[in-house]
């Protein structure tokens, strides 16, 4: 690769840790429209190999209705890996852990996201995402404030 190329690389990599931030901060704030940026028009969301939802819209639709059940989430990612397979097309692993609330139970866990992203003109967005869950775990009941 020249340097060129190299560079584009470097920031190919900011973008997609970019983009799996800005998918957690509209997942946690309910913003459809954001989550709906982060994907293809025909992306696939599963959950350990289960298919969830197709397309941008049934992505976004299947979000709103997990979030439904659940008040206050955070989602934090502790890294990102990539592998480019072409200067438009790439695999990755994200590791993260979340915290959220169910009924009056604060829940953590620990997940592990397998990506595809693909470049749509000029931004990068998911074309599968397959959650995993490696361990959950319920804390307490929340404090009322």
């Known amino acids: 690769m020249d340097v060129e190329?190299?560079?584009r690389r470097l920031e190919d990599r900011i973008a997609i840790s970019d983009l799996v931030v800005s998918y957690f901060v509209a997942s946690d704030d309910d913003d459809s429209e954001g989550v709906a940026a982060s994907f293809t028009a025909d992306a696939?969301?599963?959950?350990?190999g289960q298919l969830n939802a197709q397309?941008?819209?049934?992505?976004?639709?299947?979000?709103?209705?997990?979030?439904?059940?659940?008040?206050?989430?955070v989602?934090?990612?502790?890294?990102?890996?990539c592998?480019?397979?072409?200067?438009?097309?790439?695999?990755?692993?994200?590791?993260?852990h979340l915290e959220l609330v169910v009924g009056s139970v604060s829940v953590f866990g620990v997940v592990r996201y397998v990506d595809s992203y693909v470049r749509d003109g000029d931004v990068w967005r998911f074309q599968s995402r397959d959650m995993r869950v490696i361990r959950k775990r319920s804390l307490s009941p929340t404090l009322r404030v």
């Open 5 to 7: 190329q190299r560079i």
């Open 44 to 48: 696939t969301f599963s959950s350990s």
């Open 55 to 73: 397309g941008r819209d049934g992505i976004v639709e299947f979000i709103k209705s997990a979030r439904s059940h659940m008040g206050m989430t």
């Open 75 to 81: 989602h934090t990612p502790n890294y990102v890996q």
């Open 83 to 96: 592998r480019f397979e072409s200067p438009d097309r790439a695999t990755g692993i994200v590791g993260a």
